[in-house]
C-alpha cells in the first residue's frame, strides 16, 4: 500500500471549514483513499472514501486531485466535537488498512 | 446492534502471564483485524483474518496469537506477556472489498 504523508498538527477556529491534507504521491491506480478520525482513543471512526472523484456525505468532502497524488478531507463547519486525529489511509482491495500517525486537529472556540 | 465488542476494556498482567482478549462482531462481517496503539503513535497490524478459517500476520505479529473461531469471533492470544505489550488494543471488522472497517472501543492491557 502506498505511504501517506500528513501534517501532524492543525488548529481550526469553531464554524470555520477544516482542510486537512493528505499526500499520497505513490498511490496505484486500484488504491482507494480512506479517512478515518479518532476522538480521545477511542475506536477509529470511518468518515469517507473515495477512488478519484470527488465525494460528499453527512460528516465530510473529500477532494482528490486529477493526478490522485493527493487529497484533501473537509469538514465544512468545524466543531468542537471534531477535535480528534484524522487518519488518511490508501488501500488497494484486498489489501489492509494501515494507519500512520494522522493529523492531530485542534477546533479552537 | 452492538457492533465490534471487546472484552476486557481493561487488564493488567503481570510478566509472563497469558490471556487471551476477546473480539466479536455481529454484523456477518468477513474480515476481522486486531491492532495495537501505543502511546502518541497510530494503529499497527498485528494480525488479521480475511475470512472464517484464514489468518494472517501484519506488520507486528511477535508475540501474539490468534484464532478465528468462527465468523463472529476473533481472538488474541498473548503467551507470555512483556512489559512492551502494554498497549492499547483494538479489535475490527468490515464485509470485504472496498468498504469501511469498524472498530471496538479497545482493551487497554498493562503489563507490569
Known amino acids: 500500500d502506498a505511504k501517506t504523508t500528513q501534517p501532524p498538527s492543525m488548529d481550526c477556529a469553531e464554524g470555520r471549514a477544516a482542510n486537512l491534507p493528505c499526500n499520497h504521491s505513490?498511490?496505484?491506480?486500484?488504491?482507494?483513499v480512506y479517512w478515518y478520525r479518532q476522538i480521545h482513543s477511542q475506536g477509529p471512526q470511518y468518515i469517507i472514501h473515495?477512488?478519484?472523484n470527488n465525494e460528499t456525505n453527512e460528516m465530510a468532502s473529500l477532494i482528490i486531485t486529477e493526478d490522485r497524488k493527493s487529497s484533501t478531507l473537509i469538514l465544512p463547519h468545524a466543531t468542537l466535537r471534531d477535535t480528534a486525529v484524522y487518519y488518511c489511509?490508501?488501500?488497494?482491495?484486498?489489501?489492509?488498512?494501515?494507519f500512520g500517525t494522522g493529523t492531530s486537529l485542534t477546533v479552537i472556540p | 446492534n452492538a457492533g465490534v465488542t471487546q472484552t476486557p476494556k481493561f487488564q493488567v498482567l503481570k510478566t509472563g502471564q497469558s490471556m487471551t482478549l476477546q473480539c466479536a462482531q455481529d454484523?456477518?462481517?468477513?474480515?476481522m483485524y486486531w491492532y495495537r496503539q501505543d502511546p502518541g503513535m497510530g494503529l499497527r497490524l498485528i494480525y488479521y483474518?480475511?475470512?472464517?478459517?484464514?489468518?494472517d500476520k501484519g506488520e507486528v505479529p511477535n508475540g501474539y496469537n490468534v484464532s478465528r473461531l468462527n465468523k463472529r469471533e476473533f481472538s488474541l492470544r498473548l503467551e507470555s506477556a512483556a512489559p512492551s505489550q502494554t498497549s492499547v488494543y483494538f479489535c475490527?471488522?468490515?464485509?470485504?472489498?472496498?468498504?469501511?472497517?469498524?472498530f471496538g472501543q479497545g482493551t487497554r492491557l498493562t503489563v507490569v
Open positions: 475490527a471488522s468490515r464485509v470485504q472489498g472496498n468498504t469501511e472497517a469498524f
Open positions: 473515495g477512488l478519484k
Open positions: 505513490t498511490i496505484s491506480g486500484n488504491e482507494y
Open positions: 489511509i490508501v488501500r488497494a482491495t484486498g489489501n489492509q488498512f494501515y
Open positions: 483474518s480475511a475470512s472464517e478459517g484464514t489468518t
Open positions: 454484523m456477518n462481517h468477513n474480515s
